[in-house]
T-cell receptor, first 114, second 112 residues
């Protein structure tokens, strides 16, 4: 069974640029959630996708957007990057929405904005 | 709103010491509770969970009991090892909600 994978591992961008992060969910999981983890903090929920539809969103501006594909993989897009967007971005998959299933996390993408 | 509060870190112990990391929560609904562990340079790994009051989650020698009366889910281990050095996160998810709510994390260092 393949776990959650994310790409790239590390990324350096300049303020104002756009970035796309990718996530492949664990086999059999149809729900993907994205979290932002600033240095020394706990992860903060960005949004969740269930069967290709956004299914909940945290307190993040619209320049954070996402997609989920028919194979349940997902992308996180961030436009107009700001210095405070520097963080570890974590993707988590789970077997379904609604029930309090545990979420399984990928290794993360570390984004640095200069 | 929903929130999780963990004891302040960092925590430094000697090998074979007893470990407790405190976690309390505030929830608008009926939560499931989790402990996740993050090793250096890695993502989060689920350590244990409990889905209803008085449930005890356990894994790799770690235990935590869901205490509804005190809204707590303290993590314990009887004898820690150097390999337990990591950051530990307490988290909750409300039934029917989409997001995990995390505490700020507790960095644990075990010295040989």
């Amino acid at each position: 069974e393949t776990g959650v994978t994310q790409s790239p591992t590390h990324l350096i961008k300049t303020r104002g640029q756009q970035v796309t992060l990718r996530c492949s969910s664990q086999s059999g999981h149809n729900t993907v959630s994205w979290y932002q983890q600033a240095l020394g903090q706990g992860p903060q929920f960005i949004f969740q996708y269930y069967r290709e539809e956004e299914n909940g969103r945290g307190n993040f501006p619209p320049r954070f957007s996402g997609l989920q594909f028919p194979n349940y993989s997902s992308e996180l897009n961030v436009n107009a990057l700001e210095l405070d967007d520097s963080a570890l971005y974590l993707c988590a998959s789970s077997p379904g929405s609604g029930a309090p299933h545990e979420q399984y996390f990928g290794p993360g993408t570390r984004l640095t904005v200069t | 709103g929903d929130s999780v509060t963990q004891m302040e870190g960092p925590v430094t112990l000697s090998e074979e010491a007893f470990l407790t990391i405190n976690c309390t929560y505030t929830a608008t609904g009926y939560p499931s509770l989790f402990w996740y562990v993050q090793y250096p340079g890695e993502g989060l790994q689920l350590l244990l969970k409990a889905t209803k009051a008085d449930d005890k989650g356990s894994n790799k020698g770690f235990e935590a009991t869901y205490r509804k009366e005190t809204t707590s889910f303290h993590l314990e281990k009887g004898s820690v090892q150097v390999s337990d050095s990591a950051v530990y996160f307490c988290a909750l998810i409300i039934q029917g909600a989409q997001k995990l709510v995390f505490g700020q994390g507790t960095r644990l260092t075990i010295n040989p």
